[in-house]
């Protein structure tokens, strides 16, 4: 069992860039598949990018990709999501959530894919 836990969100200028971070406790967070979404007000859930335990693979939603890069370093237990050219439509708040679901399915881009959710961390991104 994980619980992540989300930081370095703020406020930041339009075409600012960030990198939050999501840490997870517990000894076997290497085996997890984590996921990053945000939720605007008013809005549903969207998903952002997910990266397998090994960090070796990657998917993007498409409007994302590009300006967001997720990665992830097992030695420190965390996953990050690296954001530029920063819009206002990008306010949310971002949380980031883990799975012992398999990688290789096309569910690992929907909210019940993952099990564990950190509390989320706001992002507010000023025109």
């Known amino acids: 069992q994980v619980q992540p836990v989300e930081s370095g969100g703020g406020l930041v200028q339009a075409g600012g860039s960030l990198r939050l971070s999501c840490t997870a406790s517990?000894?076997?967070?290497?085996?997890?598949?984590m996921g990053w979404f945000r939720q605007a007000p008013g809005k549903e859930r969207e998903f952002i990018a997910a990266?397998?335990?090994?960090?070796?693979?990657?998917v993007y939603t498409d409007s994302l990709k590009g300006r967001f890069t997720i990665s992830r370093d097992n030695a420190k237990n965390t996953v990050y999501l690296q954001m530029n050219s920063l819009k206002p439509e990008d306010t949310a708040v971002y949380c980031c959530?883990?799975?012992?679901?398999?990688?290789?399915?096309?569910?690992?881009?929907?909210?019940?894919?993952?099990?564990?959710w950190g509390q989320g961390t706001q992002v507010t991104v000023s025109s």
């Open positions: 959530a883990a799975t012992s679901r398999p990688f290789s399915t096309l569910a690992r881009s929907t909210k019940s894919w993952y099990d564990y």
């Open positions: 517990g000894r076997t967070f290497s085996t997890y598949n």
């Open positions: 990266i397998n335990w090994s960090g070796s693979s990657t």
